[in-house]
């Protein structure tokens, strides 16, 4: 051994200062990190599952989100579909008002015009009825002479037949 | 104030009478006086009433013809009747 150069007692030294770094190593270095290595995975493995929850809840609450948006659409196409009914309603019902007004003012305005029509045609009638009477009147008093009055009278007290009324007063 | 009953049937009486009179009173309203075969044409167209006591009055808003009134009744049979009858059938027609 000596020939090949190689020291057996330094070589013992060399393996047992080996061994020794290796133990000392193994137990004061590998350990502890492996330990620290190991928790580490576990605190990743903790936090991937708790973004995992986290992205789960997002998402449902997402899906759930959605769904309310979907169920509030709904419900305003619901919502709108019946204001849209019942403001036609409200139309249709304001149109036969107004109609049913605007027939009234009408018939009002006719019965009116009709009215003031009638007293309008009683107005020149009676004006009518009175001026010729008065021009019959006042011609038969200017263009009867006595004579002629007598003999009027004589006509009639002798055709008269007893048709005539008699006035109570 | 007491009246005395016999001289308020007196003048019930009296009252009663002059009515009586009044009321068969005829009153011929005429535009200028009869002649008497007028007269006696009218006593005979009307027989009922009581002529004895008949007033003739001249009224030239009569016109021609005569109106004779007797208490409350009227007989028209002048011109401004037929005139006012006339009027009134004017106006009833529509």
């Given at each position: 051994m000596e020939n090949l150069g190689i020291d057996g007692k330094l070589l013992l030294a060399q393996v047992i200062n080996f061994v020794l770094f290796f133990i000392l190593v193994k137990k004061f270095v590998v350990k502890p990190f492996t330990a620290f290595l190991n928790q580490e995975r576990k605190n990743e493995e903790e936090k991937n599952k708790l973004l995992e929850k986290l992205k789960k809840s997002e998402e449902a609450s997402l899906e759930a989100e959605v769904k309310a948006k979907e169920k509030m659409k709904k419900e305003f196409d619901v919502l709108f579909v019946q204001a849209k009914k019942e403001a036609q309603s409200l139309r249709t019902d304001l149109v036969k008002q107004a109609e049913t007004d605007a027939q009234e003012i009408r018939d009002k305005s006719k019965k009116l015009l009709e009215e003031e029509k009638n007293a309008l045609y009683r107005d020149v009638k009676d004006k009518i009825v009175k001026t010729s009477l008065m021009i019959v009147d006042k011609a038969l008093k200017e263009s009867l002479d006595e004579a002629s009055r007598k003999q009027v009278t004589g006509y009639i007290i002798k055709n008269y037949q007893g048709k005539l009324k008699v006035y109570e007063n | 104030m007491k009246i005395n009953p016999k001289l308020k049937d007196e003048l019930k009486k009296i009252l009663i009478d002059k009515l009586q009179k009044e009321q068969d009173l005829v009153v011929v309203y005429c535009a200028d006086s009869l002649e008497s075969d007028e007269k006696q044409v009218l006593e005979k167209k009307f027989p009922d009433l009581n002529w004895t006591n008949a007033v003739y009055k001249i009224d030239?808003?009569?016109?021609a013809g005569v109106v004779i009134k007797v208490g409350s009744k009227t007989i028209d049979l002048s011109l401004s009747g037929s005139l006012l009858k006339l009027s009134n059938t004017l106006y009833e027609i529509d």
């Open positions: - | 030239r808003s009569v016109i």
